[in-house]
């Protein structure tokens, strides 16, 4: 649910301004590196990967979200989960990801926001409907009053937003309802990194492009888009939407391994069409493509500094393992 960055042009007033604010992932390595203690060790996790340790220590304190250095054949990235809305209160970051950030020659993130001419093409490609489209004839009655009542509690008419896909009108009520609870785009992390990158004259580069995430949402089928519109109206009505991500935010500022373990089960466990468009698509097809992305780009030299939605990390299929997997060492710095 955090890694839709939604987008309507003709979205009217505080939707289109949070709409926008969303559309828009060995030299330096004495900067990089953390206190080593003797003949360090990767993560358990991961060490029957390791060939060899040549990085740090996996430190015990808790931090934000999760952090890991990649190495191998002279290569070196580290990797941060991120999470796509904030406050001001979650900064600075841990002293680690700090020093890591601002030693790294380039910032590779899923997408950078702050450039939304392609990602308000790829919105007006697959969340809007064709000339003629209508929302308001795809629903069944029963959808349509409820989506009715809530965007109407937002301030936001049914009309205003009848040229947009169920999908994408669920991830902007869901977006809206989380500023209200204080937590916004502009203070999400990936806005930080970017600007800090823009400060520093560091190069950041994309993990994906707008319109490859875009069209996973818009492989949803009429019935399928209708049923996570439900289930996301569900649970705004229920409290539960704003209880999970409650949890992963907690998490990702606690950064308690039990906590982050519990955040991918949570999201993918059941039949829901929230939690099997998530399993399948969001983190099933998008991680390996990332991996081989990430792999990619550390082969161009330098250090990297990978910031990455929080769940692309975690479980079997996350990052890590699938980093691990390719032959670099990888370790948990926290």
Request: overall charge positive; hydrophobic content about 45%.
């Amino acid at each position: 649910m955090f890694t839709l960055r939604a987008a309507a042009r003709s979205a009217p007033g505080s939707a289109l301004a949070w709409a926008r604010r969303m559309a828009l992932a060995a030299g330096m390595l004495a900067v990089l590196s953390l206190p080593a203690q003797a003949e360090p060790l990767a993560s358990k996790e991961y060490a029957m990967h390791a060939s060899r340790a040549d990085g740090p220590a996996p430190v015990r304190a808790r931090h934000q979200g999760g952090f890991y250095r990649i190495s191998g054949q002279g290569r070196v990235a580290y990797l941060f989960g991120t999470i796509h809305v904030g406050q001001r209160s979650f900064y600075p970051l841990a002293p680690e990801a700090e020093r890591a950030l601002a030693g790294a020659d380039r910032l590779v993130v899923e997408l950078d926001t702050h450039a939304d001419a392609a990602f308000l093409r790829a919105v007006d490609s697959h969340g809007r409907y064709p000339a003629g489209g209508d929302l308001r004839r795809r629903l069944s009655p029963d959808t349509l009053a409820r989506l009715r009542t809530a965007l109407h509690a937002q301030g936001v008419s049914l009309a205003s937003m009848a040229h947009l896909k169920p999908w994408l009108v669920a991830n902007l009520l869901l977006g809206m309802r989380l500023e209200r609870e204080g937590f916004r785009r502009s203070d999400g992390v990936e806005q930080v990194l970017l600007a800090r990158a823009r400060r520093r004259g560091t190069r950041v580069a994309e993990l994906e492009s707008a319109d490859a995430q875009l069209a996973l949402f818009d492989s949803m089928n009429d019935v399928e888009a209708e049923r996570y519109l439900r289930e996301t109206l569900d649970g705004l009505e229920n409290g539960s939407a704003l209880r999970r991500a409650g949890r992963v935010i907690e998490a990702w500022r606690s950064g308690d391994v039990a906590e982050l373990d519990a955040l991918l089960p949570d999201a993918t466990a059941g039949g829901g069409a929230i939690a099997d468009f998530t399993r399948r698509k969001l983190l099933g097809r998008r991680n390996p493509d990332m991996a081989a992305h990430i792999d990619t780009l550390m082969g161009r030299g330098g250090v990297i500094f990978v910031g990455v939605g929080l769940l692309h990390l975690l479980g079997e299929n996350g990052l890590p393992a699938l980093l691990a997997q390719r032959g670099y060492l990888v370790e948990r710095v926290y």
